[in-house]
């Protein structure tokens, strides 16, 4: 049974930095691309990063590029998220996720694609 926990998240100044951690447990870590999602408040959730699995490729939504960077590393089971320059709008719970098939056999934006989630943590940033 794969299990993903996040930590890191909180309440922050705009323009201040968090950087969240998704530990993994279950499963082979190092085979599976990883992501991270968010939810604001009466939202949709959305795709925020993902990292393929041995690191060599990332993606982000469009919002977040040069501001957010995701990281992993294989032997900690563990994906990071550390984000730069946070804004109001950057409010949310982000969810880890990991990918439902190895290797680079999943499309990173969709949701669809991915299997097993954490619980969230929130993320606040205030004006």
């Known amino acids: 049974q794969v299990q993903l926990v996040e930590s890191g998240g909180g309440l922050v100044q705009a323009g201040g930095s968090l950087r969240l951690s998704c530990a993994a447990s279950?499963?082979?870590?190092?085979?599976?691309?990883m992501g991270w999602f968010r939810q604001a408040l009466g939202k949709e959730r959305e795709f925020v990063a993902a990292i393929s699995w041995n690191g060599g490729r990332t993606y982000y939504q469009d919002s977040v590029k040069g501001r957010f960077t995701i990281s992993r590393d294989n032997a900690k089971n563990t994906v990071y998220l550390q984000m730069n320059s946070l804004k109001p709008e950057d409010t949310a719970v982000y969810y880890c996720t990991r990918a439902g098939r190895s290797y680079n056999s999943i499309s990173y934006y969709y949701a669809g694609d991915y299997e097993y989630w954490g619980q969230g943590t929130q993320v606040t940033v205030s004006s």
């Open positions: 279950g499963g082979t870590f190092s085979s599976y691309a």
